[in-house]
T-cell receptor, first 111, second 108 residues
Framework: DGGITQSPKYLFRKEGQNVTLSCEQN?????MYWYRQDPGQGLRLIYY???????QKGDIAEGYSVSREKKESFPLTVTSAQKNPTAFYLC??????????FGPGTRLTVL | EDQVTQSPEALRLQEGESSSLNCSYT??????LFWYRQDPGKGPEFLFT???AGEEKEKERLKATLTKKESFLHITAPKPEDSATYLC?????????FGSGTKLNVKP
């Protein structure tokens, strides 16, 4: 049963704390993406990776970091430098330059 | 600047009342246009991919069309279970650009 999983579903962060969001896919896709969704706005690209051990900044990468050590995994760390991290975070994967498929999302809230 | 605009922001329909959602775009080198459905608190669910002007795709009550400047998602005789936010995205190079969505509410 192929798909994309994200964990946790809900995450709470204290001021000054780093947190890591997990994204795993078993679709054998080379490309993976992280987006942020805020109410009333379109999805905004944080980081993307077209191949293992390589990734590029998206439009709003400041305060975030990623790694791509395995094809199946693309974790996102929200650092303390991200001043407004409360949002819904979505991970997606695709064959490069083709349709993206999304995970169920992680809702991050700053306490 | 690459941009995607969806209209209307919200749409209320009676069950069975057909209508269309619009996605207009300005991107250089369009590689594809994508429609997704998103339910509250969930990830977007893929509906259609369109690659060239004149292309059409259908799935149940939904039909997507594409011109050089915009795409339409036609909903024929909608049902309450069609209520959701519909997102449009375009691909230019390696990046995808999303509109802010149309929130559809179908009343019984």
């Amino acid at each position: 049963d192929g798909g994309i999983t994200q964990s946790p579903k809900y995450l709470f962060r204290k001021e000054g704390q780093n947190v890591t969001l997990s994204c795993e896919q078993n679709l054998n896709h080379d490309a993976m993406y992280w987006y942020r969704q805020d109410p009333g706005q379109g999805l905004r690209l944080i980081y993307y990776s077209q191949i293992v051990n390589d990734f590029q900044k998206g439009d709003i990468a400041e305060g975030y970091s990623v790694s791509r050590e395995k094809k199946e995994s693309f974790p996102l760390t929200v650092t303390s430098a991200q001043k407004n991290p409360t949002a819904f975070y979505l991970c997606a994967s695709s064959i490069p330059r083709d349709t993206q498929y999304f995970g169920p999302g992680t809702r991050l809230t700053v306490l | 600047e690459d941009q995607v605009t969806q209209s209307p922001e919200a749409l209320r329909l009676q069950e069975g009342e057909s209508s269309s959602l619009n996605c207009s775009y300005t991107v250089s080198g369009l590689r594809g246009l994508f429609w997704y459905r998103q339910d509250p608190g969930k990830g977007p669910e893929f509906l259609f991919t369109l690659y060239s002007a004149g292309e059409e795709k259908e799935k149940e009550r939904l039909k997507a069309t594409l011109t050089k400047k915009e795409s339409f998602l036609h909903i024929t005789a909608p049902k309450p279970e069609d209520s959701a936010t519909y997102l449009c995205a375009v691909q230019s190079g390696d990046k995808f650009y999303f509109g802010s969505g149309t929130k559809l509410n179908v009343k019984p």
